[in-house]
């Protein structure tokens, strides 16, 4: 079954800095990857999807890039601001059953 | 519109004792999905329900774990013979499905406590 890989676990940056999470998945057949972004005791949010025919999705100070050949999908927040810390996960949904697989989450801190 | 609701928000429960988790899921969704959340830990993924089609319950840990969802519309999450080791946070997600799309709509979770 499909497995998803996300790095790093936790995650610091300055208020301002940009930063990055990777995600790998084991799934070729994989065709739609969202990434949700949970604060402290609330319920998971999306904040951004791609499919596999794009290569990059852009909202804002948020994207996301998809290297299909490599099989991974990096989030990208630019200018960050405190209201950004969170856990951040992305998922998976495999072509096998059509549930999502989501990974193990990334903690941001963003730091004034 | 309403979004997702679970019941109970929280429930106590001792060691043994059955338990039953409710999702009301947005209006006109026809995937449901159920996942558990242990602390500080990802989303581990439970079941699944698309329209009439058989559910995937290839997620549920034991048999111990059921789930149904009747007329396609609230799903009830039965744990049976809990033990310590269920205690989590337990969310339901909802979707259009199909054309409709694939995006997951959360409910604000059921936090689960065996003692």
């Known amino acids: 079954g499909e497995n998803v890989e996300q790095h790093p676990s936790t995650l610091s940056v300055q208020e301002g800095d940009s930063a990055v999470i990777k995600c790998t998945y084991s799934?070729?057949?994989?065709?739609?990857f969202p990434w949700y972004k949970q604060e402290l005791g609330k319920r998971p949010q999306l904040i951004i999807d791609?499919?596999?025919?794009?290569g990059e999705k852009k909202d804002q100070r948020i994207a996301v890039t998809l290297n299909k050949t490599a099989k991974h999908f990096s989030l990208h927040i630019t200018e960050t601001q405190p209201e950004d810390s969170a856990v951040y996960f992305c998922?998976?949904?495999?072509?096998?059953?059509?549930?999502?697989?989501f990974g193990p989450g990334t903690r941001l801190s963003v730091l004034p | 519109g309403a979004g997702v609701s679970q019941s109970p928000s929280n429930k106590v429960t001792e060691k043994g004792k059955d338990v039953e988790l409710r999702c009301d899921p947005i209006?006109?969704?026809?995937?449901l999905y159920w996942y558990r959340q242990s602390l500080g830990q990802g989303l581990e993924f439970l079941i699944y329900?698309?329209?009439?089609?058989?559910?995937?319950k290839s997620g549920l840990p034991s048999d111990r774990f059921s789930a149904e969802r009747t007329g396609g519309s609230v799903s009830t999450l039965t744990i049976q013979r809990t033990q310590q080791e269920d205690s989590a946070v337990y969310l339901c997600?909802?979707?259009?499905?199909?054309?409709?799309?694939?995006?997951?709509?959360f409910g604000p979770g059921t936090r689960l406590t065996v003692l």
């Open positions: 998922a998976s949904r495999g072509n096998y059953g059509q549930n999502f697989v």
């Open positions: 799934d070729s057949a994989s065709n739609y």
């Open positions: 791609i499919r596999s025919n794009v």
């Open positions: 209006s006109g969704h026809t995937a």
């Open positions: 329900f698309q329209g009439n089609s058989a559910p995937d």
């Open positions: 997600a909802s979707s259009p499905g199909g054309a409709g799309g694939d995006t997951q709509y």
